[in-house]
């Protein structure tokens, strides 16, 4: 499996965690790997009237450390 094809199944998998967390929280998920000629939304949802744009950071490595 190349870096890249790696890196692209690591990001679906962290979209689909948060997707998972927000469904639990309330949201309903509207559109996930949203395009237009401006770029990609993750996630776009709602909960309470607001709606949200939700842009997932997976990584493989951790340079931040737990906290």
Request: include cysteine.
């Amino acid at each position: 499996m190349s870096g890249g094809e790696n890196a692209r199944l690591v990001g679906r998998w962290g979209e689909a965690l948060v997707a998972e967390y927000l469904r639990r929280q309330g949201y309903k998920l509207l559109a996930t790997g949203y395009r237009c000629r401006m770029g990609e939304i993750d996630l776009i949802g709602t909960r309470n009237g607001i709606l949200a744009f939700v842009e997932v950071k997976t990584r493989q490595d951790d340079p931040f450390g737990q906290g």
